[in-house]
């Protein structure tokens, strides 16, 4: 039966934390995935969390299944911090659980091949490379609208809207609601108005990914985006993921929310998400969800969530200056202010795919062949070993 299965290549992402933990360079720095590491380099536990945890530690409960959409308080809770709490009460929204911003995502990406199997699907250029994966494997034909201007250091806006106004009635269109991943550069407000009336104006359906909520301005101003395109009237869907808000990254918790026309539609998409999830995994688990509704609808814990939050946004924005200035401070020449100007965990650096490489056998560093270097893991311990690294390859 196996004998003709061929070896798959390892996962851009995460088969360089495979290669990351079988390096035995004490010095190694792990700049590949996507993960926030304080100024110790360690994984937090957000104090939130943990006393959201102990709360439920105090008063365990026996395990039965969850309904197929989840925890509704869950549910609740997450549209109301996505949407805001009138597009709760409008009842025009399903939300389900689902297993990470992933899992999000592949519950709508099959939702969509069954409401309309001919759509195209059209990611950023560059975008997060399962997202090219997670819809082929739903099926769909995936093409790619310009976004990285890579001479400008910066988003080829024109071409963007160009690629979305040709694009056919129908057409998928994933978009990153903030801290673009991997380039760290997002759209201007200016510009999401212009995105948001070609997406009206040509019939297209909106994928926005949310998944670095709160790392780029602000919680509220982060999700501006999602809530411009509730304003506009538009039929769409945005995946949540809490991994890295809340750091709870193997608890794999996020959401699907597909915005409708009507309570009455709402309620029929809701039967058919309930499906797809029944079909592939019966019913999501309870506890990294429970843990995120009690944090989200307890007002002191969601107050000291909030501010942890805000300390790992302000953190990385530290990083991201440090890094331009020891860089320069090392010989660097070149301008790299585009370094701050990008937002959330990731900096699209610059360097090649060789240059990656030689990072990672010569110095220990990993990052990502396409440059992407996670700046979220940098710290005033590594940050000197890291810049030696980059001045040498560059
Ligand atoms: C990343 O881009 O590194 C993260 O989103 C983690 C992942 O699953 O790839």
Redo the contacts with the bound molecule.
């Keep these: 039966l196996f004998a003709a299965v061929e070896m798959a290549p390892r996962d851009p992402?995460?088969g360089l934390n495979e290669q990351f933990n079988a390096d035995p360079n004490p010095a190694k720095v792990n700049l590949?995935?996507?993960v926030y590491t304080d100024e110790n380099g360690k994984l937090p536990l957000l104090k939130a969390v943990a006393a959201a945890e102990k709360l439920l530690l105090e008063a365990p409960k026996a395990k039965g299944y969850l309904p197929i959409d989840g925890i509704a308080a869950y549910d609740k809770a997450v549209q109301a911090l996505v949407f805001g709490d009138d597009a709760v009460a409008s009842g025009r929204i399903a939300t389900v659980q689902a297993l990470g911003g992933?899992g999000g995502l592949k519950i709508g990406a099959d939702f969509l091949k069954r409401l309309n199997p001919g759509a195209t699907v059209l990611i950023s250029d560059p975008s997060?490379?399962?997202h090219r994966a997670l819809f082929t494997n739903a099926g769909f034909t995936v093409g790619t609208y310009p976004y990285f201007d890579a001479e400008a250091k910066g988003i080829a806006f024109d071409k963007m809207l160009a690629a979305l106004n040709a694009a056919a009635a129908g057409t998928v269109v994933v978009l990153h609601a903030c801290c673009h991943?991997?380039t760290g550069y997002d759209l201007t407000p200016a510009q999401w108005s212009e995105v948001i009336a070609a997406v009206k104006a040509r019939g297209l359906v909106a994928f926005l990914d949310s998944?670095y909520q709160g790392f780029g301005d602000g919680i509220a101003e982060d999700g501006a985006v999602i809530r411009a395109f509730l304003e506009a009237g538009l039929n769409f869907f945005v995946s949540t993921s809490f991994s890295k808000s809340f750091s709870l990254y193997g608890e794999r918790v996020g959401a699907l929310s597909a915005v409708s026309g009507s309570k009455e539609e709402a309620g029929r998409v809701l039967s058919q998400l309930k499906i797809v999830i029944r079909t592939n995994y019966s019913n999501p688990p309870t506890f990294g969800a429970t843990l995120v509704a009690t944090v989200l609808t307890t007002p002191a814990l969601r107050a000291q969530w909030e501010e942890e939050l805000a300390g790992m946004r302000v953190r990385i924005k530290a990083m991201r200056g440090a890094l331009v200035a020891k860089l320069q401070a090392a010989g660097v020449q070149q301008d790299l202010s585009f370094i701050t100007r990008q937002k959330g965990m990731f900096s699209y650096s610059g360097l090649n795919a060789a240059q990656m490489q030689r990072l990672r056998g010569e110095f220990g560093i990993y990052g990502v062949d396409s440059g992407r270097i996670?700046v979220a893991a940098l710290n005033e311990k590594n940050l000197d070993a890291v810049v030696r690294g980059i001045a040498a390859v560059l």
């Design positions: 992402i995460l590949g995935v996507g992933t997060w490379e399962n991943n991997p998944a996670c």
